[in-house]
Every structure is written in C-alpha cells, then in structure tokens.
C-alpha cells in the first residue's frame, strides 16, 4: 500500500517536483540558482530530453548554479535535505517510503521520464508538503499531476506563460487548476524561500482515485478490477499497445488508461490518431508500389517469352494500380492539410 502522507519519516519538511521540457534546461537553471543547501527540502526534476542524452552532465551543469548537491537519481537511495535529484532517460521517476523510485514502467502522454507520474507519486507519499513547479514546454505533461498535487494539499507554481520560452505547458495548468503562484523565473526562489518558512498548508485526504493510479504506476501491474474503479471503459485501442483504453475519472485533461498502464491526454490520442492515419496509408502506398514492381517484371518477362496475351493483361493490371497510387496520395495530400490545421487559439 501507498505510504500516508501526513509521515515524515525522513524530517525533510518539503518535497519540491520540477517539471519542464522544451527550453527547460536554462530556466530550471534559473530557478535552482536561488535555493541553497541547508534548505530543509528536497528537490526532484523531470525535464524531456533525448533518450541518449547523459543525465550525469545535466546534474553537473545545474551543480554549476546552485548550492543544492545535485545528482542523478539512481533507484533505492534515500532523500536527503538540501539535495535535488535528476530523472534519468527513459525511466520513471517516483518516490515511496523516503526514497526513490525508478522503474521501466510505461511511457505516460508518450513520456518517460513523465512529469505527470513523479507529480502524483509525490503527491501521494508527501501530501501538503509537496510543492509542485511548471516550467517552459510544449504539449500537457504535468497539468493531470499538478492536479493531484493540489487534491493532496500541495502547492502549485507555474512559470508565467508570457515569459515561458514555450508555454503550452505552464498554460495547460493554468487553464486547468487554480494556481497559488504564477511568476517569472527570478521571482520563483523567494516565493519557495518563503513558503518554507510560513506554516505548511491544511493536510488533505488523498482521493482514491489518485492513489489507486499512483499504485498501478509503482508497481507496474495491470488490474483491471482496479482500473474499473477510477475509470470507465471506452471505445478507443492504444495506440502502443493495441490495449483497451479507459477514460479516468475527475481528470481535468480527459485521459485515458490502457491495462498495461500506457496513458494519454485526449489531445496527445487526438494527435497519435492522426499519425497513425498518416501511417496506414503510407502502408498501403508502400504495398502498391511493390505490386507496380512486380507487374512491371513479370509483363516485361512475359512480353519476351512471346505470351503476349498474358504481358497485355498484366499491363492492364500495371495501368490500374498506378492509378490507385496516384488516388491515395492525392487524398494523402488532402488529409494532410484536414488533419494538420492548427486549432484555434485564444485572444
């Protein structure tokens, strides 16, 4: 079972989550320059980057900007004050019992390390002394987490959009949650100094559904009976796994759940949809073309071994399937420009 939120076992007051992607490297930076060692927290990061990338260097760079002692987390160790952990690529970050939590669990909103999953976890485990922030990126990572960070007792900062590099991210929870703090990046280190040294706020009951989903991540299970009781089934496949999807329940961002715990916003499964019809037709486009090669070889073999009748009829063949070929990549190019129509945005 998930560990009740209102222990301290460890005595680290808070737990601060950081969360960025595109052009977060520079504005983690920023906010880290501001907190120092003997800070009574600990900090942990998810921020997107390659799979390749090395998450020992990115731990260096912040070391270069902050007091804190930074490294890559690494699976077991325990939290210590003053200390700020990186997620390494492809695994998920999370913590339980006063120590972190790495795992080859599935990719959520096609992330891994997924801003979403350490959010929720921390959320969980350390309840009102979680303090949640969103920085710079694109697409939604982070907002569903943010979410439960706020119905645990937590805090939430965002980066304010109009700075942000890229703000879909800082937005999305915008939009979504009610925010305690929405700043610049130079504001941020003394909104947390000052958090820490005010009372923490009221302790909050971790909602069921939001535990539940925090136990499926940790232990990288698939239960169905457990699933049914956060969410309803749907009519949608994953497109990872080809699984059954289903929609969670009070989700500001309409997810949707497979059994083998893949995870995606209704705008990422939107996006996934599009790609993969994209995809089908570049098949059958692939599948025709090698048909064309083939009748070409075989009228042309035909055609010298004198069976002119059968050259004649494998031509015909050859001229109809050009034909399709042509067809499906002009209604290619149409559904391209359908389905790559920016949306509306706001004022």
Same mark, same amino acid.
């Given at each position: ?25 520079? =504005? ?93 976890? =921390? ?24 979410? =439960? ?96 999807? @289903? ?34 037709? @570049? ?65």
């Amino acid at each position: 079972m998930v560990a009740n939120s209102k222990e301290n076992v460890s005595g680290i007051r808070n737990i601060i989550v950081i969360g960025a992607s595109a052009g977060g490297l520079p =504005a983690i930076n920023e906010v880290i320059s501001g907190l120092s060692a003997d800070m009574d927290v600990a900090v942990m990061v998810v921020i997107h980057v390659s799979k390749k990338s090395n998450s020992q260097h990115i731990a260096n760079s912040f070391q270069k900007n902050t007091e804190l002692n930074c490294g890559v987390a690494v699976n077991g160790i325990p939290l210590k004050k003053g200390h700020l952990y990186v997620a390494p690529p492809e695994h998920q970050l999370l913590v339980k019992n006063d120590r972190l939590l790495l795992t080859s669990g599935p990719h959520e909103n096609k992330y891994r390390p997924s801003i979403d999953v350490l959010f929720r976890s =921390a959320a969980v485990h350390y309840g009102h002394r979680t303090i949640g922030i969103i920085l710079t990126g694109l697409f939604e990572d982070g907002t569903s987490g943010m979410y =439960a960070i706020k119905r645990c007792g937590g805090l939430c900062i965002i980066q304010d959009p109009g700075e942000a590099q890229f703000s879909d991210m800082p937005r999305s929870v915008l939009n979504k949650i009610k925010v305690d703090f929405q700043a610049e990046l130079k504001e941020i280190p003394a909104i947390i100094n000052k958090i820490i040294t005010q009372p923490l706020p009221s302790e909050k009951p971790v909602p069921h559904e939001i535990r539940i989903e925090a136990e499926l991540t940790e232990q990288m299970m698939s239960d169905i009976n457990e699933i049914k009781k956060i969410a309803d089934h749907s009519d949608f496949v994953c497109p990872d796994c080809g699984g059954g999807l @289903w929609a969670l329940k009070n989700d500001p961002l309409n997810r949707y759940r497979c059994h083998t715990g893949h995870v995606f916003t209704e705008k990422i499964l939107h996006d996934l949809q599009d790609k993969k019809i994209e995809e089908s037709i @570049w098949v059958s486009i692939r599948m025709l073309e090698e048909k064309e090669n083939l009748l070409l070889l075989m009228a042309k073999r035909e055609n010298t071994e004198g069976d002119f009748k059968l050259s004649e009829f494998h031509e015909n063949r050859l001229t109809e399937v050009r034909k399709h070929i042509d067809r499906f990549k002009s209604l290619l190019n149409l559904l391209n420009e359908d389905l790559h129509k920016s949306p509306p945005t706001e004022e």
